[in-house]
């Protein structure tokens, strides 16, 4: 058995610059990634098959084509790989939260997989197959700091000192915001460039976000009070919203506040990688 984190992705800043004739939009962002997250296994098995279990298993199990597997087909395919696999997604990080838990779990499949079976693929391999994938694939395939542009697939890495070993804690309010509605909420206003600085930017789909869930404001003013946070924001489209610490001990004081203030919230408590 051999197992791959499907790491958490947080957007530390993101800047809409505008939406193209088929309904996607160009955005600017810059990724980084936690310690934690989803945890994939693979072992022997005939075919390709996905096992659901951990505490957010049973939010994917309806799902008809999991990413996962679409991720594991794809790879097979383009390698015309014989041999099966069994594959079994620890959900640990929730669903629809804009910490890319889809898409950091099929980013986990194609790197799992590709050790497993053997190939002879590269980094670029992999990322070709992403992009057929999702806009935020590619990126949880590096699973590095990297700026993004265009729909967040053409990436450039970044080398941010200090960054890495950051303590971060991630907290959502338990309400799954599907990414649609909160860019069609969006007021169209292109939000220019990325600064270089990420803590000059903003998100720009945290106000459409609050508008489609407003708990997302009442969980960012919680994190906001929190001791020793150095900047609070909003992941992806949302719900997922986080805070960055100046050390682990205040971020740990921070996460034993949120299991009482807030036992219905889910927090988890990781560095930035």
Not at 47 to 65: K, N, Q, R, T, W
Request: aromatic share 6%; with cysteine.
């Amino acid at each position: 058995m051999m197992e791959e984190i499907a790491r958490a992705k947080l957007n530390l800043a993101l800047h809409v610059r505008g939406r193209e004739p088929d309904g996607y939009h160009r955005i600017e962002t810059l990724f980084a990634f936690c310690e934690h997250g989803d945890v994939l296994r693979v072992d022997e098995g005939e075919g390709l098959s996905l096992a659901l279990e951990g505490p957010y298993g049973g939010a994917l199990a309806a799902e008809p084509d999991n990413l996962v597997l679409r991720a594991a087909r794809a790879l097979r395919d383009r390698f015309a790989v014989r041999n099966g696999a069994t594959l079994t997604l620890d959900k640990r990080l929730p669903v629809a939260s804009g910490i890319g838990g889809g898409s950091a779990d099929a980013a986990a499949a194609l790197r799992l997989l590709t050790s497993w079976w053997g190939l002879a693929a590269s980094e670029a391999d992999l990322l070709e197959i992403a992009r057929l994938l999702g806009a935020d694939v590619p990126a949880c395939v590096l699973s590095r700091t990297a700026r993004g542009s265009g729909r967040g697939d053409a990436l450039v890495e970044v080398d941010l000192p200090g960054l890495a070993g950051t303590a971060a804690l991630l907290v959502n309010p338990g309400v799954p915001v599907p990414t649609g509605p909160v860019f069609r909420a969006w007021g169209g206003v292109d939000g220019g460039s990325l600064p270089e600085d990420f803590r000059l930017g903003r998100n720009d789909l945290q106000v459409p976000a609050i508008h489609v869930a407003p708990i997302i404001a009442d969980t960012l003013a919680w994190l906001e009070s929190r001791p020793g946070a150095t900047l609070v924001r909003m992941s992806g489209s949302g719900a997922t919203c986080f805070a960055l610490f100046e050390d682990e001990t205040r971020r740990d004081a921070a996460a034993a506040d949120l299991a009482v203030a807030r036992p219905d919230w889910w927090g988890m408590a990781t560095r930035l990688c």
